[in-house]
Each structure stands twice: as structure tokens, then as C-alpha cells.
């Protein structure tokens, strides 16, 4: 059965859609069958996949409202490996939608339960809040990744974060791990980035991921080019650092 893995932090900015992009890319290259699933109603990585937003019929929004199932609306082989259930603005309604619905944590893990078999891996991108959309990305998951950017506040909501993963863990979804910590925007030339990540490691029971993405301007023009960064530029740092994080979530457990 597919590992269902979602990447979470309510926190914007923190590279955390960049990490869903390239995460799933980098999977694929190295044979993994992937799904993405984009739970955030702005969308950005379905686009940032190369799925165009306005050009998609049905996504993820008519499957929670029960419309559609999830066959139905994923978009095959987006890049080799690599198929999409996209999402749009339409998403941010949800709450609403679903207010009387007693079963509403539990409506994307019963979506997707009869397609995880046919993936190696799952990779869900959870919008920047602790909502209905996440709460559910956490219960159909396994694990979750949180990436963390290194600046002064990275800390900060972290301990929010992992509160409410544990109340998840408690109620809903007793089989849900802290997969762990990827450290993001990561800027060699400043002692702040290594200051955050001592401070983290020193401060935080979690696993922390060896490999550190750092910031790199390549990473950040892929997406307007709807493409991950191993397509757009093979040869930069960012593209190298998501191959060794997908060779690390790929052999996750085998040294212990």
C-alpha cells in the first residue's frame, strides 16, 4: 500500500508547497509511483506541476462534496511517475460546505482509500492553516513533513503544529507519524540559517531530515514555469537537495 505522506505547517511562506512540488518530482525520477494531492484552494501545486488551474473540469472540490470520486478527477501522468488530483479556489469554501457533516475529518481518507494501492507514495500539500483541509490531509496520512524555514521565528506555531497532530494522533488517526523535519531557505552566508537549525535540533524531540534545502533563486522561478525543479534546472543546488530528500524519505527507517 502507497505511504500517504502530508506536508503541513500553517505557517506561509515556509517552502512548504515548494517541498510538495519537488518532493513528488524527485520520488518519480527515482521510479516511485506518485500521487499529488493539492488540498490548498490557491492551487500552486497543481500549477506548479504543470496542470493548468482554469483548464481542469473536475478536482479535488467535487470529490469532498461527494460530486465526483477521485478516479475521476486525477490528472494521469502529469510527468512520468507522476499524476495529480488538483484543486482550486473553490476549495476555501469547504469549511462551509461541510458544517453539518458529521463525518467530515474522515471524507479524503475514504476518497482515496481505494487508489493508495496503486501508488508507491501519496503526497499531500495542506494549505497554510489548521482547518478542516488539514485536519483531513492528517487523516488519511501516515506521516507528516514539516518543513521549517530558517529565520528567527521558525519556531514559532511549530509547537501549535505538532499539538494538533498529536490530538489527531489521540482521536482520529492513531496510525499518523511525525515523519519529520526538512529545514527550508537555508542561506550558508548568514549565521542566522545555521543558528535556527542548532536551535531546532537542540529544542525539538522530532526527527530532523539530514538533508537541508537551501535558498536558491532556481527554486523559486520553477514554478512560474509550472514546472519542479529537477525539469527546470537538473543541475542546480535545489534540484540536487529534494533528490537527496527523496532518497531519505525513500530509505526512512532502514539505519535505525
Known sequence: MGRVIAIANQKGGVGKTTTAINLSAALAVQGQKV??????????????LG???????NNLYDVILGEKKAEECIRKE???????LPSDINLSAIEVELIDNANKQFIVRDAIKGIIDQYDYVIVDCPPALGTLT?????????????????YY?????????QTIQLVQDRLNP?????????????????????????????LQQNVYKT?????????????????????????????????????????????
Open 135 to 151: 485536519i483531513n490531509a492528517l487523516c488519511a496520512a501516515n506521516s507528516v513533513v514539516v518543513p521549517i524555514q530558517c529565520e
Open 35 to 48: 500521487l499529488s494531492i493539492d488540498m490548498d484552494p490557491q492551487g500552486n501545486m497543481s500549477s506548479g
Open 175 to 203: 496510525e499518523l507519524e511525525m515523519e519529520g523535519v526538512v529545514f527550508t531557505m537555508y542561506d550558508a552566508r548568514t549565521n542566522l540559517s545555521l543558528q535556527v537549525v542548532e536551535n531546532v535540533k537542540d529544542n
Open 212 to 256: 537541508i534545502i537551501p535558498r536558491n533563486i532556481r527554486l523559486a522561478e520553477a514554478p512560474s514555469y509550472g514546472m519542479p525543479i529537477n525539469l527546470y534546472d537538473p543541475k542546480s543546488a535545489g534540484a540536487d537537495a529534494y533528490a537527496r530528500l527523496a532518497d531519505e524519505v525513500i530509505h526512512k527507517g532502514e539505519d535505525d
Open 154 to 162: 521558525a519556531l514559532e506555531g511549530l509547537s501549535q503544529l505538532i
Open 51 to 57: 496542470v493548468d488551474k482554469n483548464d481542469v473540469e
Open 78 to 84: 502529469v510527468l512520468e511517475n507522476l499524476d495529480v
